[in-house]
């Protein structure tokens, strides 16, 4: 079965710093990849998501990830945070091809990011 | 549009007793699934739907948990006898299966069940 590691519980950083969280699974198959993040209140919401083609993922609000398959990584990355990206960010896998068992997500244990204004 | 919606957002029952959650999914989603959410941890499945059937329900954690979905949108999951170790979020979340294997899934708001 597939595994998600998050290396980082909680990070706490200024504005305008550089943000990368890091994300490895294991798993030797083709997979699907994703990163959800989770505002104070609010439900998880996609972030960004690879599946196959150009590695470097472009997100929402910024965001980007790096899907290196050597290293089964899949980090994301923020140039420049902001005082709103404070969240929880949560990195996902699922075993592509689906198979007629379903397409469930194996989570890592999320990452608490707090930006000091 | 609408996304996936959940009922009720809080619940809070005895030990013992049985509780029952609903998920709306969003409309025309074909895939359904149940996850639970621990404190301090991530999500984690319980069961999945494609329409009507449950096609994979390996994450139940005992026989205490069903979940049904008898016309194929609305999803209700059922615990028996509940505990306190039951006590998390359960987030629902729903699919539009393309060809190919591209399925991004939207999850709703949760229900936070806590069981005293």
């Known amino acids: 079965a597939q595994s998600v590691s998050q290396h980082n519980h909680h990070v706490i950083l200024s504005e305008a710093a550089s943000l990368e969280l890091g994300c490895n699974y294991s798993?030797?198959?083709?997979?699907?990849l994703f990163w959800y993040v989770q505002y104070p209140g609010q439900h998880l919401q996609l972030l960004l998501k690879?599946?196959?083609?150009?590695?470097l993922v472009k997100g929402i609000k910024g965001f980007e990830a790096e899907f290196i398959k050597s290293k089964f990584s899949f980090n994301l990355r923020k140039p420049s945070v902001q005082w709103s990206d404070t969240a929880e960010y949560f990195c996902a896998v699922n075993v592509y091809p689906i198979k007629a068992a379903g397409n469930k997500l194996t989570f890592g244990g999320g990452t608490r990011v707090l930006v000091k204004p | 549009g609408a996304g996936v919606s959940q009922t009720p957002s809080n619940k809070v029952t005895e030990k013992g007793k049985y509780v029952e959650l609903r998920c709306d999914p969003i409309?025309?989603?074909?895939?359904l699934y149940w996850y639970r959410q621990s404190l301090g941890q991530g999500p984690e499945f319980l069961i999945y739907?494609?329409?009507?059937?449950?096609?994979?329900d390996s994450g139940l954690p005992n026989d205490r948990f069903f979940a049904v979905r008898p016309e194929g949108s609305v999803s209700t999951l059922k615990i028996q006898r509940t505990e306190r170790g039951d006590s998390a979020v359960y987030l629902c979340?729903?699919?539009?299966?393309?060809?190919?294997?591209?399925?991004?899934?939207?999850f709703g708001p949760g229900t936070r069940l806590l069981v005293l």
């Open positions: 409309s025309g989603h074909t895939a």
């Open positions: 979340a729903s699919s539009d299966l393309t060809s190919g294997g591209a399925e991004t899934q939207y």
């Open positions: 798993y030797g198959g083709t997979v699907n």
């Open positions: 739907f494609q329409g009507t059937g449950a096609a994979d």
């Open positions: 690879y599946f196959s083609g150009d590695p």
